[in-house]
């Protein structure tokens, strides 16, 4: 490992303005920035390759620490529940090499909430990218040929493992996660949560300006949806709810871990 401690590391939940912070980290750190942005792809970095980088983000879920060692500075950004859930519908639609593409391509937005089989994609997704469950992400990743990994097998097979949590384990757990770390924004709050990343990071602050605009999706697209669409939605995200109004509620970029512990 290498000498630089803490190792930085922004945990990014699929649909929460991610790509931006990404792209903001890299140009602060350059070579030291590890491209790698989800599972299959990190498990295929070699370990004395991972020595080399300061900053990881991507969708590794609460597992990069079995990869890179425990003392990290993590911090994250939490979205609305339904506006997350509007633009994973979206990126999967015009994303040919998506595992679910081909099924998703077809279907409205509606159709895709009413699709038990898309429960994956919405089911308190961002508390499931939170949770720390007993897995090594290497072992599930031997499962798979290079060929499969290119494909998202490890990062379908990660969420289809979360998907089988209790719903109270699985809000304790995040809670937990969420508690633990240095910083947590929400996505509507992105430039002052770039501002308190700066801050901790010891990096010039970024105007609002200076913010990129990257994967965007236009959610006035959205439009009012149908009451037993958005009954299933609530009750399908009821713990990314509670999660999200909490950090929300917090104003400055602390996750308030008093009001996470005190919710579980």
Known sequence: ????????YFQHIPKTAGTSVRIWLKSHFGNHFCDAGIADELVRIQPQELDQYQVFAGH????????VGPDLTVFT??????????????EVRRTAQHPH?????????????QDDQNRVM???YQARYLARLSIN???????FSADELSGFALAEALEQASLQVTKPVLARSARETLAAMALVGVCERLHEFLVG?????????PTSNEIPQANVTMTTELGELPPATLAKLQELTQVDHELY????????NVAAPDALRSSA
């Open 1 to 8: 490992m290498s000498t630089r401690n803490p190792t930085i």
């Open 197 to 205: 990343v700066s801050g901790l990071l010891k990096l010039p602050a």
């Open 60 to 67: 590794f879920h609460s597992y990069l620490a079995q990869f």
């Open 245 to 252: 109004e909490i950090c929300k509620a917090r104003r400055g």
């Open 122 to 124: 919405i089911e308190d």
């Open 77 to 90: 950004v939490l979205r609305n529940p339904l506006m997350r859930t509007f633009s994973h519908w979206h």
């Open 101 to 113: 593409h081909a099924r998703v391509s077809g279907q409205s937005f509606v159709e895709f909430v």
């Open 137 to 143: 992400m290497r072992a599930v990743a031997s499962r």
